[in-house]
């Protein structure tokens, strides 16, 4: 049971929030309170918008423990807009081709659960190719 | 009761539908599907085919993305909200709600209402009359209330046709801030044993033929007459009707017995492409009424829980809609994102191959 641990990371699970840096308005995540740029102290939560592209992936046909009831899947290294780098799964890809440079939106997904069926349901995200908008 | 002038529920503020959201997930099984598994090729089927929720969906998820869009197409910060209430028969958690897993996702605030809600395909829009009740009382401006689903059908039987997942969520608020009114709500309930599913079993049961006549159709019509008698309109004031869709042929047997054309009905009638999404059906069909309708239009919505009852809606569009209703993915898109499965698959997603 890891359920601390889960609990303190939810936020930035399920909302993408990290931090903005305020001496030099680096965009920082997952958050750390130190500006990775800068080097000041970076403490302000920041909601990401969620947009990025695929800086490069490998699909996964052997898993971690705990995820192979989703194998096999995609997981990319996703370059949000505003700038970080971070480790996502891909979801909904189905006959989508995944290059890099396709352009992503991030979802909330179950993620997995916590042991087995009687553990928490662990909520985050991922990351798909973007809708279509009209 | 006798005091038939006090049967609506009008809010002492006027509200409305402040923004609105959708989310269809993109696998479709075909009814053939079915048909080729449990009936040799054999038969008819209820829908065309049906939405079924990928591996990492469920009823907390398509809550998220649906208000999303809801709040999208608000213009509101999360903050403002004043309540979140989710209304299913799925939620992912028997103890442990899906609204503050939904609340903390969309960034809301920490002082709100929240709360899941159950009444079978009704709980949706019941968490719509509890967001007109506390928006029309001043105790807060905005509310959110999201019907979703992914319904589970026994294997082999008539609803595992339709069982299906999506939903649709709702910013209510001021009416002045609407992209539509609301000018009343009705709802109608008795105890009725149409279907039912007890603690710790997977699969509903339902009393076959006995869901028709006196569960749907009744409730359906008494929500809907009394609303019409009530308010003094008749069929032919509305430009859109939405009646819950557990099938294809229910709604246009009600909406032909009401008095509603075919033209009334087609644009919120999704059943046939994506199935019955439960506590999403009415109001799913709603978003896509939404997504065409003008200025103007008045939408009559009806909905059907078993055990049973029905809430009926009489809304008004708003100028508001047209700079609103492109914030966000339209219901038609989620439709068309379409790919095609087979049973195994289906089996696999929906967590039917025994594993251990
Ligand atoms: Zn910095």
Redesign the pocket.
């Known amino acids: 049971m890891e359920i601390p641990r889960h609990w303190r990371l939810q936020k930035q699970r399920l909302a993408l929030v990290g931090e903005v ?6 965009k920082i995540f997952p958050a750390r309170d130190v ?6 102290e ?1 403490k302000t939560a920041f909601k990401f918008s969620g947009k990025g592209e695929v800086y490069s992936f490998t699909t996964l046909h052997s898993v971690p423990a705990g995820f192979e009831e989703n194998a096999p899947y995609t997981v990319a290294l996703v370059k949000l807009d505003e700038g970080p780098i971070i480790t996502a799964q891909l979801t909904d890809v189905g006959e989508r081709e995944v290059k890099i440079g396709t352009p992503v939106e991030m979802v909330t997904r179950r993620i997995r659960q916590d042991g087995d069926e009687r553990g928490m349901l662990i909520y985050g995200y991922k990351f798909r190719p973007v809708l279509r908008m009209s | 009761m006798n005091d038939r002038e006090n049967l609506l529920l009008k809010p002492a503020r006027a509200v409305g539908i402040v923004g609105y959201g959708v989310y269809i997930p993109q696998y479709r099984l075909p009814a053939s599907e079915i048909l080729r598994i449990w009936a040799g090729d054999e038969g008819g089927a209820p829908v065309k085919e049906k939405a079924v929720p990928g591996l990492d969906e469920d009823t907390i998820t398509i809550s998220i993305e649906a208000a999303r869009n809801a709040l999208a197409r608000a213009g509101i910060d999360a903050q403002k909200l004043r309540a979140v209430w989710v209304g299913s028969e799925s939620h992912p958690y028997v103890v442990k709600p899906s609204s503050t897993v939904v609340a903390e996702a969309i960034g809301a605030s920490e002082h709100i209402q929240a709360a899941d809600l159950e009444f079978a395909c009704k709980a949706g829009t019941e968490a719509v009359v509890a967001a007109m009740a506390l928006v029309g009382s001043k105790m807060g401006d905005y509310a959110l209330a999201i019907g979703a689903d992914t319904a589970q059908g026994k294997p082999g039987d008539a609803l595992e046709f339709t069982a299906a997942a999506g939903g649709a969520a709702f910013v209510i608020g001021p009416a002045e801030n609407a992209l539509a009114t609301i000018a009343a709500s009705y709802s109608y309930v008795t105890d009725t044993p149409d279907f039912w599913r007890r603690q710790h079993q997977v699969y509903p049961e339902h009393g076959q033929r006995f869901t028709g006549e006196p569960a749907y159709f009744k409730h359906v019509t008494a929500a809907a007459q009394t609303m019409l008698s009530q308010l003094g309109t008749t069929a032919a004031d509305y430009a859109f009707a939405v009646f819950h869709q557990p099938n294809t042929k229910f709604p246009q047997r009600v909406a032909r017995e009401l008095g509603f054309s075919k033209e009334q009905i087609e644009t919120g009638l999704l059943s046939p492409v994506i199935g019955n999404t439960y506590a999403g059906a009415s109001l799913v069909g709603l978003t896509a009424v939404l997504d065409i309708a003008k200025p103007g239009d008045r939408i009559l919505v009806v909905s059907y829980g078993s055990g049973a009852g029905s809430d009926a809606f009489d809304m008004r569009v708003t100028d508001l809609i047209e700079e609103r209703r492109n914030k966000a993915p339209l219901t038609q898109q989620y439709i068309e994102r379409r790919i095609e499965i087979d049973y195994a698959t289906y089996a696999r997603y929906r967590g039917k191959i025994v594993m251990k």
């Open positions: 840096c305020p001496h030099c308005q680096a500006c990775p740029e800068c080097g000041g970076a």
